[in-house]
């Protein structure tokens, strides 16, 4: 890991992590950091541990050209070291036997207790309309902000992006219907700060 990540507590991370447009063009992010960042973006929790993520990283020319009129001309798509599109698995549930086949190989659960996890788990993705999707989107986010506190940690800048067609996302990168775009985060390191932007007080977001 980097000196940044050694000398940032997580509490200073969540403070200092802004939102970040603007970016030092040519920036070219060691394939290390990259690494370090998706290694510790796959820590983030799920449900049941089903990892519903996948990525795609844009890091080529030719690709964060591609991607640009998908973004609306974001211009932190192109500029940014790179920008990661975060996808949503909707078969996670099929992840369950080699999760949880692991589990029982290393004797953490039984082979019965596993049937029967399995067999909920299935229960749940059938039973709940749209339960596929919903799970998608709420684990996929999970991983976006994970990744977004670790690029921070790891010294690089981010913005999350929802501004995005994702019909021509899935078409261009050649999404497979197993994945729904969840969605973009640029990272890089800023050309400009970002301004502070002014937050509700913790007893205007209890209810």
């Known amino acids: 890991m980097t000196s940044s990540f050694d000398q940032m507590s997580a509490v200073e991370v969540m403070r ?33 541990n089903l990892q519903h993520w996948k990525f795609i990283v844009i890091e080529k020319e030719e690709d964060k050209n591609r991607l640009l009129p998908i973004a609306f001309n974001q211009e932190q798509v192109v500029d940014s070291s790179l920008t990661i599109v975060v996808l949503g698995d909707l078969q996670a549930n099929e992840n369950a036997e080699i999760v949880y086949g692991e589990a029982v190989e290393k004797g953490f ?58 019909e021509k996302l899935i078409e261009e990168f050649n999404v497979p219907e197993r994945y729904v775009p969840v969605m973009l985060i640029s990272v890089g390191k800023a050309a400009t700060p970002a301004h502070q932007t002014p937050r509700f007080s913790v007893k205007d977001v209890i209810l």
Do not use: C
């Open 109 to 166: 659960m039984s082979e019965e207790a596993k049937n029967k996890l399995i067999a909920q788990i299935n229960g749940e993705y059938g039973r709940i309309p749209n339960f596929d999707f919903f799970e998608a989107i709420r684990n996929g986010s999970l991983a976006a902000m994970q990744l977004m506190l670790a690029a921070k940690a790891l010294g690089y800048d981010t913005v999350p992006m929802g501004g995005f067609d994702p």
């Open 16 to 48: 200092v992590r802004k939102s970040v447009r603007k970016y030092k063009k040519g920036h070219v992010m060691p394939k290390e950091d990259l690494e370090n960042i998706l290694n510790l973006t796959i820590t983030a929790p799920s449900s049941w």
